[in-house]
């Protein structure tokens, strides 16, 4: 059975740090793009960062310099390590995993399996 099941959220202060992870199973995240998306409320989710079968990555703009995503050594975990939040960085955090050389890092597009979120509440 495929589970992505994400972790870490929580309320942090502006310019503060958080440490989402997204657990895996049931497949071989070797084969697999995966990424992090969030959606703001009242908002389009958007993709956040994203980690390639080949080791490649891609950040959205807003990501770039403050958010790293990695993998543990297992390759069952994928991590993103967010810092200098920022409030507009609130919103539910989720994983999503993908096979198809169509994978979008930006939209999701043809990811095939995703978690439940995290709830990232970036406040004063």
């Known amino acids: 059975q495929v589970r992505l099941v994400e972790s870490g959220g929580g309320l942090v202060r502006p310019g503060g740090s958080l440490r989402l992870s997204c657990a895996t199973s049931g497949f071989n995240l070797d084969y697999y793009t995966i990424g992090w998306f969030r959606q703001a409320p009242g908002k389009k989710r958007e993709g956040v960062s994203s980690?390639?079968?080949?080791?490649?990555?891609y950040y959205a703009n807003s990501a770039k310099g403050r958010f790293t995503i990695s993998r543990d050594n297992a390759k069952t975990t994928v991590y993103l390590q967010m810092s200098s939040l920022k409030p507009e960085d609130t919103g539910v955090y989720y994983c999503?995993?993908?096979?198809?050389?169509?994978?979008?890092?930006?939209?999701?597009?043809?990811?095939?399996?995703w978690g439940k979120g995290t709830l990232v509440t970036v406040s004063s």
């Open positions: 999503a995993a993908g096979s198809s050389d169509y994978v979008s890092p930006v939209t999701g597009y043809d990811m095939d399996y």
């Open positions: 980690l390639n079968s080949d080791g490649s990555t």
